[in-house]
Structure formats: C-alpha cells, structure tokens
C-alpha cells in the first residue's frame, strides 16, 4: 500500500499593528521555499473578495458599519476562504497566514461594546479550521512607536492597540497549553525573530498526518472537563 502523504501544517503569526508580521510571514515564506516545500501566504482580511472589499472600506474609514455587522464580516471572510485553506493543506501546503481568528477576537472586543463580549466575538469562528500553530508577535508599545508610529486605519492608535493586548493575553492563556501558541519577543532584531518564528515551525515544516482540527473543538473539551463548568 502506498503510504499516505502528510498534510501541511497551518499556521498563523498573530500580533498588534506594528508587529512586523507582514516581514517576517514574508521571510517565512522564503525559508520554505528554500528548502523546496510547497506553501501558501494568505492573509486576513483578504481585502480582494467582495466581503473584503466592504471590510477594507470600513478600515480606511470609507463607510460606517454597524460594529456587529463588520466583526460578522471578518469572520465571513475568513469563512469563505476556508475550504480553499483545508484543500492545500490536503495538498501537502503548509499554509502561513497573517492574522485571524485571533484578530477577530482581540480587535471586536477590545471595543468594549455593550453586547459584544468576548464570547459574542468568538461565536461565528467556531467550527474554522484551526492552525495547528499560532505564534503572536509580542512587541512593546515603545518598539510600535519607534518603528514609525501607526498608519491611519480606524483601531490604529495606542488605546486601542492596549486593550487588543490584552484581549490577546486572555486568549494566550485559554490556547495554552504549550504547544499551539507561542509568543515571541517581536522587540528583537529582525533576524532573531524569524530565526524564533524558525525554530517553533521546524516540527511542523514536514506537515503531519493529524487530522485538521475545527476552532475550538479542544479548547471547549477542556472547558467541558474542567470544574468550572458544568
Ligand atoms: N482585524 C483583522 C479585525 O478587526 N478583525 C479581524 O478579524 C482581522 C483579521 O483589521 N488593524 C483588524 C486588525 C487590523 C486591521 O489588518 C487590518 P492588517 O493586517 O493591518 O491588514
Ligand atoms: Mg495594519
């Protein structure tokens, strides 16, 4: 029989405005092909579809939308790209991607909006396929600042970027159970972040033969075996 050929393993780099995330995926993208392993970018939001168009217009402030309605459009987008994300994972991909679920999370309830807690922002992401590792780039309010300051999209000023922190601290802790999220000092040189990034993606470059996990099928396992819950 022949033997069954590992999938590519999903993985997400996570992190504030500013972060270097874009670079470093960018970076990523070509130690893989160094090394002669198929991979694919993808990036949210994904600005190109129709739903990302309407995204990318309430971003740089050209509509208003109704704070519900766009946190329900991130997590459309993310959706209507998913079944394209698992066939090349199938395919034997690794897929790298800039930001998402996570984002969709940290950014939604960072707003503090009656009615959108962090279980609201969670909801519609369950059931994505979920990476099989996220590192979140952890940069100092100071390192943003010294790397030009923010851009001028709604959510980039330094309130805003503080409570997405912390949200994403909150999220760090429920994924952590060692070995599915990381986060890595983005304050360090360039090149010692991707050879950090490297290092934890190394497992995970030959692709593994587990099946593809659903967001956030074992985290609500373990909330379901812990005693806080009944
Ligand atoms: N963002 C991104 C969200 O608010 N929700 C999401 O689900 C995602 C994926 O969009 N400030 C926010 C975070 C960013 C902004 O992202 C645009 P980028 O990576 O700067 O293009
Ligand atoms: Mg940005």
Redesign the pocket.
Known sequence: MPERKPRGAFIVVEGL?RSG??TQVALLEQRFKAEGRPVRLA???D?ATPIGKM?DAY?RSQSEMDDHA??LL??A??WELAQSIIDSLNAGTTVIC????F??I???AAKNKPGMSYEWCRAPDIGLPAPDLTLFLDVSPEKARERGGFGA????NADMQERVQHVFERIGVEMGDGSRWFAVDADQEQGAVTDELWMRIQPHAQGTERPIQRLWEELDERVRNSHLYI
């Open positions: 405005d995330k874009s990036k949210f939001p600005r995204i971003l766009v946190h991130f997590s987008n993310r800039d930001r998402y679920a984002s969709g940290a950014f939604s999209e709604r959510y980039e």
